[in-house]
């Protein structure tokens, strides 16, 4: 006795949005990583460029986590990627929030 049903899997799709919440997460991860690297390496004091650089990659943290979380809702595509991206990106957005607070005291 075999079972007659079929499994039909169909093809995942991926929202636009939470592929630019993951890219979004990954372009602050790495320009978090480049401004640290150039700060320690001035000594702490590398200028305006990297202090625009930060807050450049800051706004792409909270701007990712805004829109993986904008994604969740479309109910037809897959919503791995928009939860990578928005956890990803709210983890980073309060590694920038302590950053910057700590460079304020």
Do not use: D
């Not at 890219?23 to 590398?46: E, M, N």
């Amino acid at each position: 006795m075999t079972n007659k049903k079929r499994y039909k899997f169909r093809e995942r799709t991926y929202s636009k949005n939470g592929r630019l919440s993951c890219c979004l997460a990954l372009a602050s991860l790495i320009l978090f990583i480049i401004c640290s690297l150039i700060s320690f390496a001035a000594g702490g004091s590398a200028g305006p460029a990297v202090g625009g650089a930060a807050l450049m990659a800051m706004l792409f943290s909270v701007y990712g986590f805004y829109i993986g979380m904008k994604a969740m809702n479309e109910k037809e595509n897959s919503p791995i990627l928009p939860v990578i991206g928005s956890i990803s990106s709210g983890i980073i957005m309060v590694g920038w929030l302590g950053l910057f607070l700590a460079g304020l005291g």
